[in-house]
């Protein structure tokens, strides 16, 4: 069984640095100080565009009332951060899902698609982000109108680059029970 370029290459020395950049930036993102829940809290109740599973130009204009200089100021901190994060979280999930892909020759790139889509994705959503945040406080609806489905996209190819690594290692932690078992000299259990 050959394997993929991209799976070959993997190391698993290489998977702490990148879990601990993701942290990192990942930290002060969604726990401390957590410029996620400050833009909501900035932006009078109203949740960053980014976080949503979709939004409209009507959401961002709602938004952009709702903020004013405060939550602007927080939304371009959260924004800044947020040039880090996609390549961090991207990097940290294409290393997990290649090192538990390895095992599946080189057919195995497939399984890296949705990381590499869900990275792309969010770099266009900040693009669409960025855009609203420099033409404050006017929302051009074009922007808004392609955003949105790209976050909504987005959203789709998060939660199969996140569903992939899962069942590889459900499915890992199953054959390693498996092969444990057999090496003790229990037999399979029969119904």
């Known amino acids: 069984m050959s394997r993929s370029t991209i799976t070959r290459h993997v190391r ?3 998977l702490v640095p990148a879990l601990l950049l993701y942290g990192v ?3 002060p993102m969604f726990v401390w100080p957590g410029l996620v829940a400050r833009v909501t809290d900035r932006c009078d109740g109203q949740s960053p565009l980014d976080v949503r599973g979709y939004w409209t130009a009507a959401d ?3 938004l952009v009332q709702a903020c004013g200089a405060d939550g602007r100021a927080a939304y371009q901190q959260l924004q800044l951060l947020d040039l880090a994060y996609p390549a961090l979280a991207g990097a940290a999930l294409l290393l997990v899902t290649a090192l538990l892909a390895r095992r599946y020759g080189g057919r ?3 399984l890296l698609i949705p990381v ?3 990275t792309v994705l969010d770099y266009a959503e900040n693009v669409s982000v960025w855009t609203l945040l420099l033409q404050w406080p006017d929302v051009d609806p074009a922007v808004a109108a392609i955003g949105g489905p790209i976050t909504a996209v987005k959203r789709v190819t998060g939660f199969a680059a996140l569903t992939v690594p899962i069942v ?3 499915i890992e932690a199953i054959r390693y029970a498996r092969d444990r078992r057999a090496a ?3 037999r399979p259990m029969t119904v």
């Open 12 to 14: 698993a020395r290489i």
């Open 168 to 170: 590889l290692g459900a």
């Open 60 to 62: 961002a204009r709602v």
């Open 108 to 110: 195995a790139w497939a």
């Open 116 to 118: 590499v889509a869900m």
């Open 25 to 27: 930036v990942a930290v």
């Open 184 to 186: 003790r000299g229990h």
